[in-house]
């Protein structure tokens, strides 16, 4: 390896490259984090048998100015995305069967945020969001993002769908800006979502050598984590992070 390059690793971490070293790092690189923003919204609730078709029905007899219109909508919209988030193109159903459950839950989806006064809009732009990221769908998805942001900047949907934008962006191996979207989710300081904004953080730093910085990211998800304890997917985080600092190079 060049001096230069040697000079700079010893500045920048007080180590030398040395093979072996190298190879610890590689090594717990490859082992990566062992979860996604999106489980965050993997929760137990499943539909119940022929919910799609009752709810359709519903949709079919009330009328616009009903105010419980939008929700039959949003619902329509949760048990068809339900069903396309949690199988694959054959099993259970088709591929085809499963274009048709994400278009239905899309068009539910935007009809019930053409009722200006449902006080679920925010959520339905994040399901939408959530949507067409999990399709690796990011040009489809950031409409929705952006207007969550715009509209609703109070909403705790807008750090989840900050993360979820970032772990597609990490996916698609951008990691500077995955980087600016953890940042802003962290900035926003939302108790549930905060451990996992550091956590995820910690990982880029790691992927592009700054491992300082990564310990520094893992130790601030263990403290957040605690500090929010009542949210169970923050104590998963803070497992994680504290298994990963502890093995950390």
């Known amino acids: 390896m060049p001096m230069a390059l040697v000079t700079i690793a010893i500045a920048l971490y007080g180590w030398a490259p040395t093979a ?28 119940e ?22 929700d039959f909508w949003f619902r329509l ?3 068809c995305g339900w069903h396309w988030h949690h199988s694959v193109d054959g099993h259970p159903f088709s591929r085809e069967k499963r274009q048709a459950l994400f278009r239905e839950a899309v068009n539910a989806y935007r009809a019930a945020t053409l009722f200006p006064k449902y006080d679920r809009i ?15 769908d990011l040009d489809s998805a950031r409409p929705y993002v952006d207007r969550l942001a715009r509209e609703h900047a109070s909403s705790r949907y807008v750090p989840k769908v900050d993360l979820l934008y970032a772990d597609q962006q990490v996916a698609r191996g951008e990691r500077a800006t995955a980087l600016a979207w953890y940042s802003m989710a962290e900035q926003r300081a939302e108790a549930s979502t905060l451990p996992y904004a550091h956590y995820a953080k910690a990982w880029c730093f790691y992927a592009r050598g700054d491992l300082d910085a990564g310990r520094f990211e893992l130790a601030e998800a263990v403290r ?10 923050n104590r998963i985080v803070r497992r994680l992070a504290e298994r990963d600092l502890g093995r950390a190079p």
């Open 122 to 136: 925010d959520g339905a732009l994040f399901e939408l969001a959530r949507l067409h990221l999990a399709a690796g």
């Open 49 to 70: 048998e022929g919910r799609i078709s009752k709810l359709r029905r519903l949709i079919a007899i009330t009328p616009d100015d009903d105010s419980q219109k939008p």
């Open 224 to 233: 957040t984590a605690d500090q929010a304890s009542n949210w169970p997917w």
């Open 77 to 79: 919209g949760q048990a």
């Open 20 to 47: 072996a070293r190298q190879e610890q790092v590689a090594r717990f690189l490859r082992q990566g984090p062992r979860i996604s923003a999106n489980l965050m919204e993997d929760g137990g609730w499943g539909p």
